[in-house]
């Protein structure tokens, strides 16, 4: 199946100042201001993370908020093996 890829035209109201300051992007780019925004737009979709890694995020640091006890890897590791040892002996 051959697929064709349509261009579909988007208007954007932006104030004079907020004009300017692209053109001036764009220019400073050595691109046009059409070529500047579809960059801008593929790199926001890029970088900004979708809904559900945004929801993992926040549940990420609002788990790493609380403070639950916590000791050094290989101590706690040697006591789950001599916790499973002594288990076993029963």
């Known amino acids: 199946m051959i697929?064709?890829?349509m261009s579909i035209r988007l208007q954007v109201?932006?104030?004079?100042?907020e004009m300017q300051e692209l053109k001036k992007r764009a220019e400073l780019d050595q691109v046009t201001v059409s070529a500047w925004v579809r960059r801008a737009i593929k790199h926001e979709m890029r970088e900004r993370p979708g809904k559900r890694a945004r929801e993992k995020l926040d549940i990420i640091r609002m788990s790493a908020s609380h403070e639950f006890p916590t000791g050094d890897y290989d101590e706690m590791a040697a006591e789950i093996e001599a916790g499973y040892h002594a288990g076993a002996s029963h």
């Open 13 to 17: 109201i932006l104030n004079d100042e």
């Open 3 to 5: 697929r064709i890829a």
